[in-house]
């Protein structure tokens, strides 16, 4: 019975240490993504992007359907088509799901490059006009083309500075209400072991009890 409980508690560490590591590895992959959007931004790239920093939450009901030792598995997957599955489908399950997440991340990278192309190829542009290598005329359309953009990328940073400040507020609304919730449940800890040590005999109490079953046994 003994090796039994070393070894289950040996499974369950395994199993935290797997768990721990899926969930640093979301957070890294969540970050990265989010650095692509918002660099994207930065260089012009336009807000087609700026939903998917709204990472997807999975609903309460998914997890539930989820066996505890998959639970962070199947939130690394970003899925919420998790189901029964024998052990082929649940690999091929997998796959699919990190081929998808790991394709939408590469999109954002190509997505990061073409606005960097295209800055370069702006400025290229400016240069040459303000080099005397185009009419002053060009030189003037350079220059408002350049500010309307300027214009164009300081909107849309202040929208997803907007995001960003949201999705903290949000955060911080949940750590608020974690913490509200830890500390009603550190009180009704205390209160039960309050409320069970008054339950407990006294020393008084324990040695009349003693007495009288000694004078019964007389």
Known sequence: ????????????NEQSSYDNTLISLDKMWNQLVDDLILLGVRFGGGLNNLPA????????????SCPSEEVFLFMLLKSNNYGKKGDNS??????????????????????LQEAIAAQQARS???????????????????LQNHNDHLKEVVGNVREAISIVNEKHKRYL???????????????EIKHLSVTRLNKLPSEPEIGVRVWCQSVRMR
């Open 124 to 142: 290229e542009y400016l240069s040459s006009a303000l080099n005397a290598e185009k009419s002053n005329e060009d030189v003037v359309v350079a």
């Open 173 to 187: 609304d949940e750590i608020e209400t974690f913490k509200s919730s830890y500390s009603k449940e550190l009180q």
């Open 53 to 64: 920093l709204d990472h997807e939450e999975l609903s309460e009901e998914s997890i539930e």
């Open 1 to 12: 019975m003994h090796a039994l409980e070393s070894k289950f508690k040996e499974l369950r």
């Open 90 to 111: 649940w690999l091929e399950f997998a796959e699919e799901a990190l081929a998808l997440r790991r394709s939408a991340t590469l999109a954002l990278m190509r997505s």
